[in-house]
Nanobody, 126 residues
Framework: QVQLVESGGGLVQAGDSLRLSCAAS????????MAWFRQAPGKEREFVTHISPSGASTNYADSVKGRFTISRDNAKNTVSLQMDSLKPEDTAVYYC???????????????????WGQGTQVTVSS
């Protein structure tokens, strides 16, 4: 059974940092593209970042570039999202997602990901 479990969300103030983690089980983790998406109330789920199976390649949405950093530990089957300089507009439910296959090309839409976590709430107050 495939499971992705996020943790680390919470309520912070603008300018603060937060680190999200996602633990995967039931998968060959080192062969997966891992991603973070987010969904704010009344909005569609949007791409935040993803990382290649080896960790060598990453991509970020323009809205988070320079503030967020994705990383993975294939020995521990975990992917993390370090979020710095948080803004109120970063408030959303953050989802961990996994895709079978190694290429990062063009895979920024939710429907291209095979597995999802339950989400963790991040709230940034001004």
């Amino acid at each position: 059974q495939v499971q992705l479990v996020e943790s680390g969300g919470g309520l912070v103030q603008a300018g603060d940092s937060l680190r999200l983690s996602c633990a995967a089980s039931g998968l060959t983790f080192s062969s997966l593209v891992m991603a973070w998406f987010r969904q704010a109330p009344g909005k569609e789920r949007e791409f935040v970042t993803h990382i290649s199976p080896s960790g060598a390649s990453t991509n970020y949405a323009d809205s988070v570039k320079g503030r967020f950093t994705i990383s993975r530990d294939n020995a521990k089957n975990t992917v993390s999202l370090q979020m710095d300089s948080l803004k109120p507009e970063d408030t959303a439910v953050y989802y961990c997602a996994a895709r079978i296959g190694g290429s990062l090309l063009g895979i920024t839409t939710p429907r291209l990901y095979n597995y999802w976590g339950q989400g963790t709430q991040v709230t940034v107050s001004s």
